[in-house]
């Protein structure tokens, strides 16, 4: 079993408030409200996302790389390489 079905109902409570937020900036766009309101929320956002990214890698790590269980192998540098794909693509 994966980290992500293991954690499934706390990651996606996470998914649906960031949702709510999403839903906040949509909203505020339709009321033409000002900049500074839709950046503060766009923000939230971002921090959101961000936060569940920080959670998923590192359980990732912790399961996939640090698990005693697993024995040193190609699995590993498997996830290894996984994890740096991943961060690449969000950094950029």
Not at 27 to 38: D, N, T, Y
Not at 66 to 89: F, I, K
């Amino acid at each position: 079993m994966t980290h992500t079905i293991r954690e499934k109902g706390k990651l996606l409570a996470r998914v649906r408030r960031m949702k709510g937020q999403v839903e906040a900036i949509e909203r505020a766009l339709e009321a033409e409200a000002g900049c500074e309101q839709v950046m503060h929320l766009l923000a939230g956002v971002r921090g959101a996302m961000a936060g569940l990214m920080a959670e998923v890698v590192e359980d990732h790590v912790r399961t996939h790389l640090l698990d005693a269980d697993v024995p040193p192998s190609t699995l590993r540098a498997e996830a290894a390489e996984q994890l740096m794909g991943v961060v690449r693509a969000y950094l950029k």
